[in-house]
Nanobody, 120 residues
Framework: EMQLMESGGDLAQPGGSLRLSCAAS????????MKWVRQAPGKGLEWVSS???????HYADSVKDRFTIARDNAKNTLTLQLDSLKIEDTAIYYC??????????????WGKGTLVTVSS
């Protein structure tokens, strides 16, 4: 059974940092690009970042130079380092599997999410 389990969400102050993790199981992790997407209160899903199996990364303009995506193919884990947090980063963050090893392809499975709240 395919599973994606996010962790690391918390309350942080503006300018602070958090590290999100995603544990993947039930599929061949290194065959697929992985994504982080988020959903802010009252808004739709927003793509945040993608990483292909070989490690090439892509970011939304809203998080570029503040967030860092990484993966460990040996441990089937995906991470997202969130630095210089802004109030508008408040959202549920989801780890998602892409349909193939392409950063711009659709996602076909995602986890239950982890809540990041940025507030002073």
């Amino acid at each position: 059974e395919m599973q994606l389990m996010e962790s690391g969400g918390d309350l942080a102050q503006p300018g602070g940092s958090l590290r999100l993790s995603c544990a993947a199981s039930g599929f061949t992790f290194n065959n697929y690009a992985m994504k982080w997407v988020r959903q802010a209160p009252g808004k739709g899903l927003e793509w945040v970042s993608s990483i292909i199996s070989g490690g090439s990364t892509h970011y939304a303009d809203s998080v570029k130079d503040r967030f860092t995506i990484a993966r460990d193919n040996a441990k089937n884990t995906l991470t997202l380092q969130l630095d210089s947090l802004k109030i508008e980063d408040t959202a549920i963050y989801y780890c998602a599997k892409s349909m193939r090893n392409d950063w711009n392809t659709a996602m076909d499975y995602w986890g239950k999410g982890t809540l990041v709240t940025v507030s002073s």
